[in-house]
């Protein structure tokens, strides 16, 4: 199954649990945030074995993964 198919329920699952407000966008590297004010917040991720990890950094530094598994 196409990776971008995989990864669509999940980002919709994490901006309705995070409660963004806004659009994304991702290629194979980053995630896109783009907030309903048009500043945006480029995020790393991963994604194996159905697994997403999106690494979100504080204005510190520090990180905080955000982990979602495909439903099976």
Do not use: H, W
């Amino acid at each position: 199954m196409d990776m971008s198919v995989q990864m669509r329920p999940m980002l919709n699952s994490m901006a309705e649990a995070l409660e963004l407000n806004g659009s994304y966008m991702y290629d194979d590297e980053k995630i896109t945030i783009i907030y309903e004010d048009n500043t945006y917040e480029e995020l790393d991720y991963v994604f194996e074995d159905g697994i997403l990890t999106i690494t979100f950094v504080d204005a510190e530094g520090t990180e905080f993964p955000f982990v979602c598994e495909l439903q099976k």
